[in-house]
């Protein structure tokens, strides 16, 4: 069996951690895929060992003329991941489409095939976050790029693909490398930069009647578990399914805010201002992943606690970029 392990989205947020974790591990033969573009992603691959970099289309060319190197594992994590996207013939075709074609692509060489779902398909959280599969049909998600995971998550389970595939429904995740993320960067990524130069830190304003002001919570992931799971599933676990990826635990921003302020030493000043219009019908109010059948399928190690992984987070990486 070949070395190769495939990654795209490999210069992206949860991608670039997932290769430095590989090269740890001493697996260096690696291909890796993603759009650099002009913006700084590419600082990303930085300090990593692999073999080539290609375009998604590029890739994609392979794949379909059948040139394409065989792998042992494809971990596609690439996608175009803000959720306030509203070109959805875009989303359908980089997000859906995409990812057809290359678990197609990786079953008929039984290549293991591990991809990047989405908390978002949850919707508004109304049927809960139990990742059992009969419960899929009935989500709702609330924006076009929830919807997009959804519909390939819905593919999968329609064409009995789940014991042969597995699929990660990440939770919030946040941690080293997603400084190229603009607005979709991690609030502990924003609030750190606003101590930095403002002293203070600006958190949404709740809308909802059973939510006061900074209460609203998440399942916040540190981005070293979110690897640690991915890793479980494309090299060390042969168990199929689609799974939450979360710590079980929802907080609330109020929680997240305060950690930040403890792991820089500075005395806690949260401010409130209003969530915009575009939002607050789109907004997820709590979240928190049902995790027993993570647990079930063989993965057993503990997720970093807020104040574990924002302190990593900020002592170890952003104080360090910013000295």
Wanted: glycine residues 8%; aromatic residues 12%; charged residues 25%.
């Amino acid at each position: 069996m070949s070395d190769l392990i495939i990654v795209t989205g490999a210069a992206g947020f949860i991608g670039r951690n997932i290769v430095e974790a590989l090269n740890k591990r001493g697996q260096t033969e690696l291909l890796l895929v993603d759009t650099l573009g002009t913006d700084e992603k590419w600082k990303n691959l930085r300090g990593l060992q692999y073999e080539n970099i290609l375009s998604p289309k590029q890739f994609l060319d392979l794949v379909l003329s059948n040139q394409a190197p065989i792998p042992r594992a494809c971990i596609h994590l690439g996608a175009c991941s803000a959720t306030t996207e509203k070109d959805a013939d875009f989303l359908l075709e980089n997000n859906y489409r995409y990812t057809r074609t290359l678990c197609d692509w990786s079953l008929k060489r039984s290549v293991r095939f591990v991809y990047a779902s989405s908390a978002a398909t949850y919707g508004d959280g109304a049927l809960g976050y139990n990742d059992d599969l009969t419960l899929l049909e009935k989500l709702r998600p609330l924006n076009m790029y929830g919807y997009s995971k959804h519909m390939f998550d819905l593919w999968a389970l329609k064409h009995g693909l789940f014991d042969k595939i597995v699929g990660l429904k990440y939770f919030n995740v946040y941690g080293p490398y997603e400084d190229h993320k603009g607005d979709m960067r991690s609030l502990v990524h924003k609030a750190y930069h606003q101590v930095k130069t403002r002293g203070y830190i600006e958190l949404f304003k709740s809308h909802h009647p059973d939510y006061k002001d900074g209460e609203q919570k998440r399942d916040f992931v540190y981005v070293r578990d979110a690897v640690n799971v991915t890793l479980h599933f494309a090299l060390d676990s042969k168990v199929g399914g689609l799974f939450n990826c979360g710590a079980g635990q929802a907080r609330t921003w109020l929680d997240l805010a305060r950690a930040l302020f403890a792991a820089m030493n500075r005395t806690p000043d949260i401010r409130f201002i209003d969530m915009p219009e575009i939002l607050r019908g789109k907004y997820q109010y709590f979240t928190q992943a049902d995790a027993a059948n993570l647990q079930k399928a063989g993965y057993t190690q503990p997720f970093a606690s807020v104040e574990e992984g924002v302190r990593d987070y900020v002592v170890n990486y952003l104080e360090k970029l910013s000295a």
